[in-house]
Nanobody, 121 residues
């Protein structure tokens, strides 16, 4: 069994910062891509930032220069540092990871439960 658990969401004023964490646990052999998505009320889920197993990163245009994704492979954890937050960043943030479990060659995609980020004006 594999589980992703997010933390770090909350309420912050515009211009402020938050740091999200997502820790993977269970029978993990290896983790490839680890991504952050978000879904605002009434909108589709969108990719915010992605990081490969070797640390290459990619960002949505709307967050470039403000958000930074990073990972600690020893802890099976991905982070999202969010600076200069805007009201339009308000959403539920989800982490996603491509994980190969112990004992098998197949890579499965796993989602966290989501954490609410609310940015007030």
């Amino acid at each position: 069994q594999v589980q992703l658990v997010e933390s770090g969401g909350g309420l912050v004023q515009a211009g402020g910062s938050l740091r999200l964490s997502c820790a993977a646990s269970g029978s993990i052999f290896s983790i490839n891509a680890m991504n952050w998505y978000r879904q605002a009320s009434g909108k589709q889920r969108e990719l915010v930032a992605a990081i490969t197993g070797i640390g290459s990163t990619n960002y949505a245009d709307s967050v470039k220069g403000r958000f930074t994704i990073s990972r600690d492979n020893a802890k099976n954890t991905v982070y999202l540092q969010m600076n200069s937050l805007k009201v339009e960043d308000t959403a539920v943030y989800y982490c996603y990871a491509d994980i190969r479990r112990v004992g098998g060659p197949v890579v499965y995609g796993y989602w966290g439960q989501g954490t609410q980020v609310t940015v007030s004006s």
